[in-house]
């Protein structure tokens, strides 16, 4: 059974960070690319951040570059979001997301920038 559990959401002042991460199963984890995306009501999931599947390449959205960065551990089917400087605009859900075959979503976890 394919599972893709995020953890590490919540409340935090702008200015502050916050680490996401996500753990995978059910899957060959090491072939597929990584990404975390972020969703507000009434809007589309925007992509975030990406990691190639071992780890060479990574993408950024140009809202979040030098402030987020994105990593991910094989051994451990883990990826990472490490989230700075986060600012009320980068409020949302986060989800976790692997792409390759097939496609897998996590179930996400809520991010609020706010003081």
């Known amino acids: 059974q394919v599972q893709l559990v995020e953890s590490g959401g919540g409340l935090v ?42 780890g060479g390449g990574t993408y950024y959205a140009d809202s979040v570059k030098g402030r987020f960065t994105i990593s991910r551990g094989n051994a451990r089917n883990m990826v990472y979001l490490q989230m700075n400087s986060l600012k009320p605009g980068d409020t949302g859900v986060f989800y976790c997301n692997a792409g390759g075959l097939q496609t897998y979503w996590g179930q996400g976890t809520q991010v609020t920038v706010s003081s």
């Open 13 to 54: 002042q702008p200015g502050g960070s916050l680490r996401l991460s996500c753990v995978a199963s059910g899957f060959t984890f090491r072939a597929y690319i990584m990404s975390w995306y972020r969703q507000v009501p009434g809007k589309e999931r925007e992509l975030i951040a990406s990691i190639s599947s071992i």
